[in-house]
């Protein structure tokens, strides 16, 4: 009964995601819309763009409360020559976290803050697929401690999809280490895997599905403790807010594997601007 409950309670927040974004939409006809959904689902695509994603974590901790990130992205692309772009990221989060013991209060504040740089291949291969690989740096500019590692971070990312009609494929890859920061702080050894489906409405341009689980591995927690693993849907929508074009997305994600005192639940709001050349 328990997880039948669960998985009641799972679709009625991806019904509740969707019905938000959908009725208040409405969408250009034109191939444009269709074109830019496609590039706003590349993480390397040669765009500039601005997105506000907002996370809401449902019973976190001890006390089952409500946690909520504010990641800001700003995706910049450089042109390095005629045959590779550097396309560099960077996540702001923006953290409400709940107390975790008697006593303990909210604290709000700035988290770790992470750059991502990708160099990318401005050609698809032989067989289709779009590629970039480079460097994740995490800082250390938590403004409390329960809001960060304490520690910096180093590692490797690489990220590949394919474009096929109305599908855009992919995943993207990245594990950080701890290379400095403060000796009384745990060590960081997290890896990140986003696999991302969309599927794209052919008889309404710039509206989508998209499959897109945040799953991470913390290798240095405890062998109950190291995986969360999510599964959930969403759905976006291209659109102008005069003439600025926006991504909107919703989604809901259940946590199948979560570590001790992590998330059930998660409800995943995005606003994204979008600065076509």
């Known amino acids: 009964m328990k997880c ?5 309670t799972f679709f009625t927040m991806l019904s509740i995601s969707t019905g938000m974004i959908l009725p208040s939409l409405s969408y250009s006809a034109d191939q444009g819309a269709a074109d830019l959904a496609k ?3 590349n993480p390397i695509a040669a765009m500039i763009s601005l997105p506000f994603q907002n996370n809401t974590n ?11 990130i504010l990641n800001i992205q700003p995706v910049w692309p450089v042109d390095l020559n005629q045959d590779w772009n550097l396309i560099t ?3 702001v989060p923006i953290i409400s976290q709940p107390g975790f013991g008697p006593g ?5 504040g700035i988290g770790d803050i992470q750059f991502s740089a990708f160099f990318s291949s401005k050609a698809p291969t032989a067989n289709g697929w779009i590629w970039g690989a480079g460097f994740i740096a995490q800082l250390d500019t938590a403004s409390d401690d329960r809001l960060g590692a304490g520690k910096w971070g180093l590692g490797p990312t690489a990220v590949a999809l394919k474009i096929d009609g109305p599908w855009v ?9 701890s290379v400095a920061g403060d ?9 990140l895997i986003q696999p991302f489906v969309n599927y794209n409405f052919t008889d309404i341009p710039g509206r ?3 499959f897109a689980p945040i799953i991470t591995a913390n290798w240095e927690a405890d062998s109950g403790s190291k995986w969360t693993v999510p599964l959930g849907l969403g759905i976006g929508q291209i659109m102008k807010w005069g003439q600025q074009p926006v991504n909107l997305q919703a989604s809901a994600y259940y946590n199948v594997e979560a570590p001790t005192n992590g998330a059930d639940w998660q409800l995943r709001l995005q606003v994204q601007l979008l600065f076509p050349k």
Do not use: C, H
């Open 89 to 91: 990221r960077t996540i």
């Open 183 to 191: 000796d009384n702080r745990a060590d960081v050894n997290i890896m």
């Open 208 to 210: 989508y599905l998209t």
């Open 4 to 8: 039948l409950k669960k998985v009641s």
């Open 104 to 108: 303990q209060e909210r604290k709000n």
């Open 169 to 177: 494929y992919g995943g993207l890859i990245n594990n950080v280490w």
């Open 58 to 68: 449902f019973n976190v901790g001890p006390e089952e409360k409500t946690q909520n």
């Open 39 to 41: 590039a706003a689902q």
